[in-house]
């Protein structure tokens, strides 16, 4: 069974600085999906950003880019010039080829500060 | 488009009944899984559904069922409820594996 690791329960950053959220999956799969959920308070699960493990070219969307390393199972996420929406719970996501399963992390809680 | 819309959004049962819970995807979306959410077992996947067919289920009790309509609107339903089944329950829809819609969810306590 796959399971997907987030050791930062918690996590704060300054408005418009830079915070990075770490993810660590474990699985025998080769081919997989990677995700970034963010889940504000009002519990709506929002899907930020993912990654195709066959691509080596790391994901980006604006300011979400994430650090995907395969090898170390290795799957950050960066957040670049932090906006107070951003505060919300942040889950890393597998789904592996039994499909359409999304096997979550326990999440990290971001909190963005004036 | 619409979203992925669930209802009810709140609900209060009493142990030993039983719920149902709806879930109707995005237009054009015929695939749709179910999300557990709660505080000390984290997301945890249901089941999923595909014209009208389970494709996938997670490891829960056989309490927890499931269905899918020819409109690709889906049904969950809890039977003999228990305490822990307490949870904010997740209806997720799709085009592509890889593209899950999520709607607000369904909001269960159970006294």
């Known amino acids: 069974a796959q399971t997907v690791t987030q050791s930062q329960p918690e996590m704060s950053v300054q408005e418009a600085e830079t915070v990075t959220l770490s993810c660590t999956y474990d699985t025998s799969e080769s081919n997989y999906y990677l995700f970034w959920y963010k889940q504000p308070p009002s519990r709506q699960m929002i899907l930020v950003i993912r990654?195709?493990?066959?691509?080596?070219q790391n994901a980006t969307e604006n300011r979400f880019s994430v650090n995907f390393q395969k090898a170390a199972k290795s799957f950050s996420l960066k957040i670049s010039d932090s906006q107070l929406g951003d505060t919300a719970m942040y889950f890393c996501?597998?789904?592996?080829?039994?499909?359409?399963?999304?096997?979550f992390g326990k999440g990290t809680s971001l909190l963005v500060t004036p | 488009k619409a979203g992925v819309t669930q209802t009810p959004r709140y609900l209060i049962k009493t142990r030993g009944q039983q719920v149902t819970l709806s879930c109707s995807p995005i237009s054009g979306h015929r695939s749709v899984s179910w999300y557990q959410q709660t505080p000390g077992q984290g997301l945890q996947f249901l089941f999923e559904y595909f014209s009208e067919t389970q494709r996938n289920k997670g490891n829960f009790p056989g309490r927890f069922s499931g269905r899918q309509f020819s409109n690709s609107r889906s049904e969950m339903n809890v039977s003999t409820l228990e305490l822990g089944d307490s949870a904010l329950y997740l209806c997720a829809s799709s085009l592509a594996a890889y593209e899950q819609y999520f709607g607000p969810g369904t909001r269960l306590t159970v006294t």
């Open positions: 996501a597998f789904m592996g080829n039994s499909g359409y399963a999304l096997n």
């Open positions: 990654q195709e493990a066959y691509k080596q």
